[in-house]
């Protein structure tokens, strides 16, 4: 991947990130009662995106759905956890496989990221 794609990938990440916001109250987990909802899955593609980076593009995904998750608010920021359909990029016809990602995101855009991507057994 190009330096510059990735630096606009990354921004543009960023931003929509930023302006997440949770619904639920601080310190409860509340479902997400639309996963096709933009924000949600700017998270979920920002997740596998991250998974990507940090496997250095050696077997990249994307996404493919969103199929459920959950909202965790707290003081300085929110939590979403996933459950996201992948394939393998350079297969389109896929549907993919099941994988939990949790992504966090910081109210004040001082922290974030993600804290985990794995396959669901």
Same mark, same amino acid.
């Given at each position: 991947?190009?330096?510059?794609?990735?630096?606009?990938?990354?921004? %543009?990440? @960023? &931003?929509?990130?930023?302006?997440?916001?949770?619904t639920?109250?601080? $310190? %409860?987990? /509340?479902?997400?009662?639309?996963p096709? !909802?933009?924000r949600?899955?700017?998270? @979920?593609? +920002?997740?596998?995106? #991250? =998974?990507?980076?940090?496997?250095?593009?050696? =077997?990249?995904?994307?996404? &493919?759905?969103? !199929?459920? $998750?959950?909202? =965790?608010?707290?003081?300085?920021?929110?939590? +979403? %956890?996933?459950?996201?359909?992948? @394939?393998?990029? !350079?297969?389109?016809?896929?549907k993919?496989?099941? +994988? /939990?990602? @949790?992504?966090? &995101?910081?109210? !004040?855009?001082?922290?974030?990221?993600?804290? +985990?991507?794995?396959?669901? #057994?």
């Open positions: 991947m190009k330096p510059i794609t990735f630096l606009v990938a990354i921004t %543009t990440v @960023a &931003v929509v990130l930023s302006t997440a916001r949770a639920s109250s601080p $310190g %409860t987990w /509340q479902p997400i009662k639309n096709n !909802d933009f949600i899955r700017m998270v @979920a593609e +920002y997740a596998v995106f #991250m =998974h990507n980076f940090k496997t250095e593009f050696k =077997h990249p995904l994307r996404l &493919v759905d969103v !199929d459920s $998750g959950s909202i =965790h608010q707290f003081k300085n920021g929110v939590i +979403y %956890t996933l459950i996201v359909s992948a @394939a393998q990029a !350079d297969n389109l016809s896929s993919g496989s099941l +994988y /939990q990602t @949790a992504v966090r &995101v910081s109210l !004040d855009r001082t922290a974030g990221g993600l804290i +985990y991507f794995m396959p669901v #057994m």
